[in-house]
């Protein structure tokens, strides 16, 4: 007999031994059963409960995860938050996070972070319990933590802010005052919750124009600069000056250089350049500023009462005619100041504009310059005199950020003259466009927020839509970083409502994408 045939025997008489055994205890078996199929369920529950307090924990750390990543973005953005906001920020993000799932979200014990230093950075734990409670079988266990670290970095961020720099003429004092405030507040935005003078890694450049910029260095005179930077022979000899100057009396000095101490733009301490490559259809603002430049002067025939300073001089052959070399009220007074730390210092050069207004305004000046302000370009003693600022552009295989956050009020059509020459709206528009796509190259990221009385759909039928908007349209990717807000006057209530919620969500962005938050644990 093989050994399956005798399997197949035992197994036989088991099940007959099993039948008789059933039949004789006339039910015996059900409790057995029951009990078997009771200890099936508890072992199932268990099971379930098992997968679920496991499923829950991954579904937490998930949570944590997000929630240490944006609690570092927001405690990079203000370094001084206290503890309980910080925990109450990564409650929120962790709650969030785990979505519908209530059972776990209820199960939510202690939520807490710490914060430690990792130079040149900060860490954010985010700690959160659980206290599972089984759902089938109704019984607690002991909490189970879950944590997640980030790792956050500001990265070296510069910002130009360009302010206009008009007179009564289109700027009243109490909107000058206004428009301080609202870029001091952009400033404080800018720098976050903290009440700190200086922030890590930013600096901030502040540029007022009106036909021109004023560089004429801090706290220093503006020789230097002017001998630095404009090649001798424009130094000694104006155009307009050909050779020959005319004192209005036997007692008036003669001026023959724009180094003279008595020229009226020295005697106001105003220094505004123009680059000498510069054409009608392309600004330049590339490149070392020694002997780059030739200097801007007014030339008049008037005798007005604004004029601080004048010296006549003779620009024709007609020994009768006289002209007036005077101040260059379109030269602000303000001051440009390069990219700067301080905050105290910021607000008080955007004071300095409020109180020193210009004449005319013109859109590129700023814009030129604001360039210059981040181009790396104009680092050390030839340049702004930073032997670090301006740092590489973002491209040049560094986390550098750059950006230019534009003011505007609409008026006018002094932006069709060409800053620097004379020509037409389509040659002007075409520098415009020129400039952002070099500004687009390298990194800079442009935010333009204008003052405008023109409705949104007739605003690129203006002169200003029209020459202007299709080059910083480039600038700012579109839309997505132009915008203006409707109304006559900037101390208006709505309007500076309107600034500050916009100029404070601008400060936001930059802040966020100037965080380098990168999940460590």
């Not at 000058?176 to 935005?189: G, H, K």
């Not at 025939?301 to 604004?306: L, R």
Request: hydrophobic share 40%; charged share 20%.
């Amino acid at each position: 007999m093989s050994r399956f045939s005798k399997m197949a025997g035992y197994l036989g008489k088991a099940w007959m031994s099993v039948r008789v055994f059933g039949r004789d205890e006339r039910g015996g078996m059900a409790p057995f059963m029951v009990l078997g199929i009771a200890g099936v369920m508890v072992a199932g529950a268990y099971a379930f409960d098992a997968t679920r307090m496991t499923t829950g924990a991954a579904q937490l750390k998930r949570a944590t995860d997000a929630a240490a990543m944006a609690v570092a973005v927001d405690g990079m953005g203000d370094p001084d938050m206290s503890a309980p906001r910080l925990n109450a920020l990564a409650e929120e993000y962790v709650r969030a996070n785990l979505g519908m799932d209530s059972v776990v979200s209820s199960q939510l014990g202690d939520i807490r972070v710490e914060v430690g230093r990792k130079e040149p950075g900060r860490t954010y734990k985010v700690r959160a319990e659980l206290q599972p409670v089984s759902v089938l079988l109704g019984a607690g266990s002991g909490p189970v933590e879950v944590h997640s670290t980030a790792y956050a970095e500001n990265p070296k961020t510069e910002v130009a802010i360009i302010l206009p720099s008009e007179g009564d003429f289109s700027i009243s004092a109490a909107e000058r005052t206004a428009l301080a405030e609202i870029a001091s507040d952009f400033v404080d935005d800018l720098f976050g919750g903290s009440s700190a003078d200086t922030r890590a890694n930013l600096r901030v450049a502040v540029v007022p124009h009106g036909d021109g910029v004023n560089v004429t260095p801090q706290g220093q005179n503006r020789l230097s600069r002017l001998r630095q930077w404009v090649p001798p022979n424009i130094v000694s000899r104006p155009v307009d000056f050909l050779g020959r100057t005319f004192p209005w009396n036997s007692s008036t000095p003669r001026v023959t250089t724009h180094a003279s101490p008595l020229m009226p733009d020295s005697r106001t301490n105003r220094l505004c350049l123009t680059d000498r490559r510069q054409t009608e259809s392309r600004y330049w603002w590339r490149g070392p500023a020694a002997q780059a430049f030739t200097v801007n002067y007014r030339l008049d025939q008037t005798n007005e009462w604004q004029y601080q300073y004048r010296i006549h001089v003779y620009s024709n052959n007609n020994s009768d005619f006289f002209q007036y070399i005077v101040d260059d009220l379109a030269c602000p007074r303000a001051r440009f100041l390069p990219l700067e730390e301080s905050r105290s210092k910021i607000k008080e050069s955007i004071w300095e504009n409020a109180e020193h207004p210009s004449f005319n305004q013109r859109y590129s000046p700023g814009l030129i310059w604001a360039g210059r302000a981040l181009s790396p370009d104009m680092r050390g003693a030839a340049g702004w005199g930073d032997a670090v600022h301006p740092l590489d552009f973002e491209t040049d295989n560094s986390d550098n950020r750059k950006y230019i956050v534009m003011f505007a009020k609409l008026i006018g059509d002094w932006f069709l003259d060409p800053y620097g020459n004379s020509g037409s709206g389509q040659n002007t528009r075409s520098a415009f466009e020129g400039l952002c796509r070099e500004y687009v190259d390298v990194g800079i990221k442009t935010y333009f927020l204008g003052l405008s009385t023109v409705e949104p759909d007739h605003h690129m039928l203006s002169a200003f839509g029209q020459v202007v908007a299709p080059g910083l349209k480039i600038c700012t990717d579109g839309d997505k970083r132009y915008s203006y807000v409707m109304g006559s006057v900037f101390n208006a209530g709505s309007v500076r409502t309107d600034f500050r919620n916009r100029l404070k969500a601008i400060a936001e962005e930059i802040q966020k994408s100037s965080s380098g938050v990168r999940l460590i644990e």
